[in-house]
């Protein structure tokens, strides 16, 4: 009967898992088409673009002809998503290399400092948490809730330059500039990228960390916990052995959004300390019109995202009691 | 006025330090430039990157220009946009949730589907593409953070639209045969507004940091305009000598949003936050 029932549950939780994805799929899809229609509606075109003001009509035509511009615009839609998923995005303008080059350079770069600010960030985000819906209505907690309010709206620039006077001007401790390379040790990589994860950590630690204290606080409110605090279970165990196996989705879907915050406020960290990753490669993108280059770079940032999202989701299924196999 | 002034008084310590900083920011939007002492453009100090003195209270700029000045005159356009951008994109996202609410599943299913997509661009990347497709003049940066901005308004004001469709009042509003145009507006918007004015609080800030960091990043505000975030680009060359005119711009955003943050999160039975 026991086996019978957990063996649907797995099935339910195995199909929800694979409906999750297919929707990702194509919300990853429609993002596809969104970004391609808006790189379309640059006034003027590529080969306008790399020939200048002065080049003929004939002369734009002919390089439109050759770059394939003057197919229908579903065409190379088509071939453009073909390229990204066959993993050749087609060729940056600027760099006059082909994107798939270009991205493979930096992308280990920003995953690396992703992993590492994560690394970070979620002890320091958990404990924050905890601490403070533990501490619930408290001086701690009302503390920390102003701290955690206002670092979430402060802008990262300003965290970073606060930073840089503290640690390479004042206590010349750090390099204000993160230079990398691939022969570098951990130990020359490390001080060059700990002011970049330090400004990224603490906004996403703030984020973090009010979601989880939303989280446990949540929890809290549960008859459950009541009866755990008064058959006279200590605090510390109420929060992990009662609190906590309920609240883990919650808490990992909280840092899966925290984290996708890393997406965007890369953009800003790694221009100011010079950090040879994606985001700082989709400004200079911007910068210079590289539609190809802008487009990969973009699909990947949300690809990523969604991926986190998913992750998230995907978290909440498995971990329902009432989905979860017994 | 004086219920204005009773309620500011209930507010916790940090509601009323947030809200002493919205009204000094949007007195320094609206007044800054008169106030300012030096000519916005004017070469006035003789060295560069000066400390602060009497003459020039936050010191001067990469060129030798007054700090004070340029901030007076910067905070307009980073309040400006911001609050004229957040205003479009709830004003947008609330009509269309407005409709998806009164227009049953036929209008609701493919909008909220439509939006669920866009907001599943992390913002700053959709801003950057938007930015290289239509450029950054003034008018375009407005539009561009108000697209940004839509979705997120409008799955909040859709949840609250669609409960309170459902609840009886709108029912019988339906049964007396009122069209959906007057039930979107004078059953369901009134009852929404306060939960939709914490919101427009957050998409504000929200904004304020993507356009000075668009403008940061040499992508926002062009010069010879130039709001909060231009000013801490253009003196970044200041870094290394821990100049004020870096920091003092930067502090100034920070306290106009952590403001406008502080105050929403005071108020009683605020929307959620990020």
């Known amino acids: 009967m026991a086996g019978a029932s957990s063996q649907s549950g797995m099935k339910a939780a195995l199909t929800l898992t694979t409906q999750r994805f297919a929707s990702s799929l194509l919300t990853l899809l429609l993002v596809s088409v969104t970004i391609f229609v808006i790189a379309q509606l640059l006034p003027g075109d590529a080969a306008q673009e790399a020939l200048g003001q002065s080049a003929t009509a004939e002369q734009i035509a002919a390089l439109r002809h050759e770059m394939g511009l003057d197919r229908p615009a579903y065409v190379r839609y088509a071939d453009w998503l073909g390229g990204m998923v066959s993993g050749n995005p087609g060729q940056s303008m600027v760099a006059n290399m082909p994107v798939a080059e270009v991205i493979a350079e930096r992308l280990p770069n920003s995953l690396l400092l992703a992993a590492l600010t994560a690394l970070v960030a979620v002890p320091v985000a958990l404990a924050i948490g905890i601490g403070s819906a533990m501490n619930r209505g408290g001086r701690i907690d009302r503390a920390l809730n102003i701290a955690t309010l206002s670092m979430v709206a402060v802008p990262e620039f300003l965290v970073a330059t606060i930073a840089v006077l503290i640690f390479s001007v004042k206590l010349r401790w750090l390099p204000s500039i993160a230079l990398v390379s691939d022969d570098m040790t951990w130990g020359e990589y490390l001080p060059g990228v700990a002011m970049p994860i330090l400004t990224l950590s603490v906004v996403v630690i703030a984020q973090m960390a009010r979601m989880t204290r939303a989280a446990v606080i949540d929890q809290m409110d549960r008859p459950y916990v009541e009866m755990a605090v008064l058959k006279g279970v200590a605090p510390v165990q109420v929060v992990l052995k009662h609190i906590m196996p309920n609240a883990i989705a919650p808490i990992v879907n909280a840092m899966a959004l925290s984290l996708s915050y890393l997406l965007g406020g890369a953009v800003i960290v790694e221009t100011i300390f010079n950090y040879p990753g994606l985001a700082s490669l989709m400004v200079n993108a911007v910068t210079s019109r590289d539609m190809p280059l802008l487009q990969a770079c973009a699909m990947i940032f949300c690809a990523a995202y969604l991926l986190l999202m998913l992750i998230a989701d995907v978290t909440a299924i498995l971990a329902n009691p009432r989905l979860r196999a017994q | ?264 999160d005071a108020l009683p039975g605020r929307g959620k936050g990020r």
């Open chain 2, 1 to 264: 006025m004086g219920a204005a002034f009773k309620r500011a008084k209930a507010l916790p310590m940090s509601g009323k330090v947030g809200l002493v900083l919205v009204i000094f920011w949007l007195a320094v939007a609206l007044f800054g430039p008169m106030l300012a002492p030096y000519p916005v453009g004017a070469f006035v100090a003789y060295d560069v990157f000066d400390g602060q003195s009497a003459a020039h209270w936050l010191g001067s700029d990469y060129l030798g220009r007054d700090v004070l000045s340029r901030l007076l005159s910067g905070a307009r356009y980073t309040v400006g946009l911001a609050a004229a951008a957040a205003l479009l994109a709830s004003a947008t996202g609330t009509a269309l949730a407005l409709t998806a609410a009164v227009g049953g599943a036929k209008v609701d299913e493919p909008l909220s589907r439509f939006m669920d997509m866009l907001i599943s661009i992390p913002s700053k990347i959709f801003s950057l593409v938007l930015v290289a497709a239509f450029g950054s003049s003034l008018p375009l940066l407005l539009l561009i953070a108000a697209i940004t901005y839509v979705p997120g308004n409008y799955r909040i004001a859709r949840a609250l639209a669609v409960n309170l469709a459902q609840m009886d009042y709108v029912q019988v509003a339906r049964a007396r045969g009122e069209g959906r145009f007057h039930i979107a507006i004078t059953e369901i918007l009134p009852n929404m507004i306060h939960p939709l004015l914490a919101d427009f609080g957050l998409r504000f800030v929200f904004i304020v940091l993507l356009l000075s960091g668009l403008s940061f990043l040499g992508l926002g505000v062009q010069p010879p305009d130039a709001d909060l975030g231009s000013l801490v680009r253009e003196n970044i060359s200041g870094l290394g000598e821990g100049a004020l005119a870096i920091l003092a711009p930067a502090v100034a955003i920070a306290t106009l949003t952590v403001g406008v943050n502080l105050l929403i």
